[in-house]
């Protein structure tokens, strides 16, 4: 298999490549001083040119062509088919834009993304609307460019959740909408029997961070293969599976920022801590999708890190830690808070409940701008009449409208279903693991987390990017990507802590 | 100019990714977890691999030969001849090692060092011996590709110092050398007229950082193109000019460590801060050589950092960072314990007076080994002869003596006399600087480093590597590299410091 060989040469050197581009965007982000930005950004367009010649060369056409070949009377789902098809899928999608075209849109939405920034201080979304034009028009080459099977949206979206229907994502869609908008109605009636003022005190950033560390390492998450850094804006990185970093950002009188933000990158940081060790240096040693990344950074911060479970254990070691702030806070009262609902007009600020109203409501006028029903012009008033009947808030300002994400300014349209996904996904998979072992609240809640993290292993961890995210979920749960184990969870969940009639 | 512009966008690749290669060494030697040590060795090995193919390909070679056409009308002095000639120099030089052997090097050199560390822990030289003598054969091979007109050992020293000559290094040391001997001497007599016990007090690691920042902060290391971290072998490296940092390592009963270590490294990186603007990108933007970047890094940590006129300034500052451990202590106790000679068998430990006699050691026994005069196995004895008649100190355990360094170990003949060619180049560029304004010592004594600063800035600092080190010199000091100023200072200095009879 000389072609094989070659081909996963060749890999090792486009991984070794996206790693660095990892370890100078996460030093950007961390460490660099100042002075730094703008040979950092030369640094960084060097590395991404390379990795970019390497990844849609002639020679790698060649050598994905050759291992196809020899790879075609194997298994398909053995090790080296599956590469090769994944390389194939990559190969075919990354040669498919014209480089002067990838240029442009490099160049248009760096520019677009300055001009959101300035439109978005001062509130003049009439600044930003010629370069949504742009965007969107970029977006709607970027589709004719990829193709498309079914609807144009389908080519933005398999950018971040390969092979997924436009049409079976708005279908999942349709079915949690009206059940969430019912729920947080429901709950606003009920505003007021949650006190959430305990999180807003005083609580001392060493204290958070020992507390947040504390947590992740018993969650498994490996700090001698990973490190927690202070950031602005806080996520996770992988320069290979030995070296996955997460940050986070500490605010003292709003504890919960920095500790269910460590838990959410926690996630995502021992999803790509555990992928099979054969996939290191194949380009398949990273999450399968976005979606699939989500659920698993959600899983951990909702479904565990908000669970009363989670808080029997950990309760007395946060008390531990902060004597003085939770003197007179007992365990129900600090579960509740941390479960508190309040539409907002914001979506990073958002709750568990209100979160995926925020994300249907940009997915519903991505598609209508791609589609044409809805213009530029129009899309603030859209914006806030949605805005309106999902969550019974307006914005008053477009600052805290439509110009609140960079998204739409960093030509990410397409993005932000996967965060509703990673949620219904969350859920499925956890449903499936208390299948497997109906103790796991029991064994959470004295502070035991091995045999989640276990199935979480074996059933989508160690596959990487082996599969495409809906062969991954219907491998680990048997079933198709479903909502219903989410709205189950979700009612029940909040039906209980609000004490609310049945929904 | 077609070729050189294109020689250009070469070039600025080729920094780039040399300054990609700076950062993931930072990154291993400062916050990388203990995991990602083999994934980072693979990804600095893909960055080598595509930087020396860049390098030494062919197009970079006609490029050069375009270039150089193109420029041969301009004065030599001009900018862009100055960057062909350099850029013709280098890449003849990395041009003139077949790839195999490069690789055999890298190989040797590798098993060489993880061999030696083992030898020097359990003390047993006949360990190392073998691969020592694979490294004087690898440097004796090295030596016959690069080439040389006069002497053998020019083909090593001119990887650190282009162009010097061993004949005139040997001049040089053979002046230094017995001034030095007597010096040492001398003051061996005087022995318990200094008590530097204050400097072993315990000082926490904070007030030593708070106070090595202001230092270096003052001297005008700007901290909004740098910042200083922890790791266990300290050194200064730039991302570019806008990106240059310093590390340090503390020992709370140790107080010269982290503060002589920070001031050195504070030289070298004020040298890469200060290249000049027109030289970003052109592979030119670094310093000019070992020894001037040496000479950089000496002089803030000696002539600087352990003058009377420092401690004029900065004493008040010390002390009111440490009260209780300075209570009892004044500046003149201070400023003699920062200046106690003790001649010890380790190189890293020594002293002003005694370092360049731990240099001239291995020059000498370099020299012997590849001319064949000194064979490997008597390599321990002839370390330690000299030793003995050098510095009046015997080592009785091979560890503190023929194994302490990784030099040899790493292939890095030829380097140890840039440290000493780096002291003498210190003192004669701060004589001129001294020339140039005869109130330097009272400037210092007040706290103001700007017109030091300046005049090496000018005369040093911001041609980068537009030169080869004796130009260089000459450029700067209007002479030939010399160590009359350096004898000087020294006799001067310590004759005072140790109320010497004339030496």
């Not at 439109?119 to 028009?137: H, I, T």
């Not at 920022?257 to 380009?283: C, F, I, K, P, R």
């Amino acid at each position: 298999m000389s072609h094989l060989s070659d081909l996963k040469a060749t890999l090792a050197q486009i991984t070794h490549l996206q790693e660095v581009s990892q370890i100078l965007s996460w030093d950007q982000q961390t460490y660099m001083p100042p002075g730094g930005a703008e040979g950092r950004s030369e640094q960084m367009s060097t590395i991404s040119r390379i990795t970019h010649e390497l990844s849609t060369s002639s020679d790698l056409g060649r050598l994905i062509d050759g291992a196809e070949k020899e790879v075609s009377a194997l298994e398909p789902t053995s090790l080296d088919a599956q590469i090769v098809r994944m390389v194939r899928y990559d190969f075919d999608l990354s040669t498919k834009l014209p480089t002067n075209f990838v240029a442009e849109v490099v160049k248009t939405t760096s520019m677009a993304e300055h001009v959101w920034m300035e439109a978005r201080r001062e509130n003049d979304f009439s600044k930003f609307a010629p370069w949504l034009q742009k965007n969107v028009d970029l977006a709607k080459r970027t589709v004719e460019y990829y193709g498309y099977d079914d609807l144009p949206y389908d080519a933005l979206l398999n950018l971040y959740e390969p092979k997924m229907k436009t049409r079976d994502v708005r279908v999942l869609f349709d079915q949690v909408r009206p059940v969430v908008v019912r729920l947080v109605k429901a709950i606003q009636e009920r505003q007021g029997s949650i006190d959430g003022s305990v999180l807003l005190r005083s609580f001392d950033e060493s204290g958070q961070e020992a507390f947040s560390k504390e947590v992740v390492k018993t969650f498994g998450y490996d700090f001698n293969r990973g490190r927690l850094d202070r950031t602005t804006h806080p996520f996770a990185t992988s320069f290979g599976k030995n070296d996955c970093r997460i940050t986070t950002r500490y605010d003292k009188n709003l504890v919960q920022m920095a500790l269910m933000g460590t838990m959410h990158e926690s996630g995502h940081a021992m999803y790509e801590q555990n992928v099979g060790d054969d996939l290191v240096g194949t380009t398949l040693a990273g999450g399968c999708s976005n979606s699939l990344h989500e659920s698993q950074s959600r899983l951990w911060e909702n479904l565990v890190g908000r669970s009363k479970e989670f808080w029997q254990y950990f309760f007395p070691k946060f008390y531990a830690q902060f004597p003085e702030q939770l003197a007179d806070v007992d365990l129900a009262t600090l579960y509740r808070a941390f479960n508190q609902v309040t539409p907002s007009l914001i979506r990073v600020e958002a709750d568990e409940v209100t979160y995926n109203l925020h994300i249907i409501l940009r997915f519903e006028l991505e598609q209508d701008l791609l589609d044409g029903k809805l213009t530029v012009a129009d899309a603030p008033d859209a914006w806030n009449q949605k805005m309106t009947d999902y969550l019974g808030v307006t914005p008053t300002t477009d600052a805290e409208g439509v110009l609140q994400d960079i998204h739409w300014a960093m030509g990410g349209m397409g993005y932000f279903p996967t965060y509703s996904l990673g949620n219904f996904v969350s859920c499925q998979l956890f449903e499936k693991a208390l299948e497997a072992n109906k103790d796991l609240p029991i064994e959470i809640a004295s502070g035991n987390f091995s045999s989640l993290f276990s199935w979480l292993k074996e059933n989508v961890w160690t596959d990487g990017r082996r599969n495409f995210p809906l062969e991954q979920i219907r491998k680990a749960t048997g079933r198709p990507l479903e909502t219903s184990p989410y709205i189950k969870y979700l009612t029940n969940k909040f039906t209980e802590i609000y004490s609310l009639p049945p929904i």
